[in-house]
């Protein structure tokens, strides 16, 4: 999770303002942790107060992105996800946005399988994003998390992705002058898993990712997923990550590795 995190708080200032090169600061007072930090350890204290017991992981879901994310108003939330979350009767809304993808890297890492990873994906995307192409970009994501950090090669992992949910025809060369703002699961997720593909460590996929412009922070979130089940996270960008959370969300991040890592 810690990964989504980086990605995340690295991408937060190039959202509105890319930089299509992968040079530059990762850290800058300018950083922020944005709703895509936020849900991602929302997803994880779901999965934690299970137990193990995911039967009612949808519900817990609902609960606890409700419950964490009023805490944090003002950190970018989309307007049907805004609306949602203060309404008196949360109810899917047909979403395929990349909020479904951002927020589920916890998933990858609790599962004991393929199979229960793609459940546990589904279970807390369709809570708010229903549409089969929203789920579609969560399960592709926790299936490339998955695979990652269960010694799946980067081919192998390409040939799943390209197998089961999206071609992956084209490189972050190709792209990188062309690729704008994009705020869907289909727009989003095969650019983020490339972004992974073609990297060296996890440094290099962050700088990957935000070197392609579009919607920065959510599209390294969800490449820091993959590249943290793959490489790991060095210490010192873990350490400048966690200095961006308030004591509650680093509290929930370490709950979260104690139980389940990532």
């Excluded at 936020?38 to 817990?60: P, R």
């Excluded at 994310?69 to 203060?86: I, L, Q």
């Excluded at 399960?139 to 269960?150: P, Q, R, S």
Aim: charged content about 25%.
């Amino acid at each position: 999770m810690i990964g989504a995190i980086v990605g995340d708080i690295v991408g937060s200032r190039f959202e509105w303002h890319n930089h299509r090169s992968k040079d530059f600061e990762l850290f800058t007072p300018q950083c922020e942790a944005t709703d895509d930090s936020i849900m991602t350890l929302a997803i994880a204290k779901a999965i934690v107060s299970c137990g193990g017991d995911y039967s009612s992981l949808g519900e817990k879901a609902v609960y606890w992105m409700r419950e964490i994310g009023r805490k944090y108003p003002n950190c970018g939330y989309g307007g049907r996800f805004f609306d949602w979350m203060y309404s008196d009767d949360p109810r899917p809304y047909r979403s395929y946005g990349n909020g479904a993808a951002m927020r589920v890297s916890a998933c990858g890492f609790a599962a004991g399988s393929l199979d229960e990873a793609k459940r546990l994906s589904k279970a807390v995307t369709e809570v708010t994003h229903d549409h089969p192409k929203g789920i579609q970009g969560a399960e592709a994501t926790v299936t490339a998390i998955y695979l990652a950090g269960h010694g799946g090669t980067k081919d192998e992992i390409r040939s799943v992705i390209q197998q089961d949910y999206y071609p992956l025809n084209f490189t972050l060369n190709g792209i990188r002058g062309s690729y704008y703002f994009n705020e869907t699961c289909q727009g989003t997720v095969p650019q983020a898993i490339e972004a992974f593909l073609e990297s060296e460590d996890f440094e290099d996929a962050i700088r990957n990712a935000i070197s392609i412009g579009g919607d920065s922070d959510t599209l390294a979130a969800i490449t820091g997923g993959i590249a943290e089940a793959y490489y790991g996270v060095p210490d010192a960008i873990r350490r400048a990550a966690e200095g961006f959370l308030d004591p509650e969300l680093l509290a929930l991040l370490r709950e979260a590795e104690s139980a389940i890592g990532g």
